[in-house]
């Protein structure tokens, strides 16, 4: 057969190629593994300074820009016209003296507190004291649940906590009566 081959020019059986092995593709288990970073050199930590150098350079920069007061003085001006820049000598032994000191600002007292009457009654009851609403520190509200923390008691509608009924739950108020007919909405 090979004859054959020979012959057409099919030359010599051709052998696929192996898989290359794990060495040959630069995996070697048995070695130890290297760092997951290459070695930097000199010029690798110049580059990292210098970009931390000109990042820290322009933070600084922008903050004396936004600094209320760090802006640079406008010149001195006398009657709309620009002052020399030289210094008198008697400029300079002005300078030279203490500035005087400023008093200090007299004591303020502090305010009084505005004193706001305790609610004592029901709004909207006569003027007569009425009944002191109970006060409201929590809801719930959940599907056929409707339950409210008053004065401490937890109540459903239809339940009463001291004089007065809970008639209706909502999610930030509760609808209650007194026992003397009177309705309050309490709200947080």
Known sequence: MSRIRDRLGGGPPQRRPAAPTLGQLGWNPGAP?????????????????????????????????????????????????????????????????????????????PAAPETVPPPSSVPGAPSEPGPVAPALSAVLTSGERQLAVLDGVVAGVGQSVGPWEVLEVARDAVRVRHVSGVEVTVVF
């Open 33 to 109: 593994q290297g760092t997951r970073h290459e070695r930097a050199g000199l010029g690798d930590y110049l580059r990292r300074g210098l970009m931390i150098g000109v990042v820290v350079w322009l933070g600084w920069w922008l903050m004396g820009r936004l600094v209320p007061g760090s802006e640079p003085m406008e010149p001195a001006t006398e009657g709309g016209a620009e002052l020399p820049s030289t210094t008198a000598p008697a400029a300079v032994e002005r300078a030279a003296a203490p500035a005087p000191v400023p008093a200090p600002p007299p004591p303020v007292e």
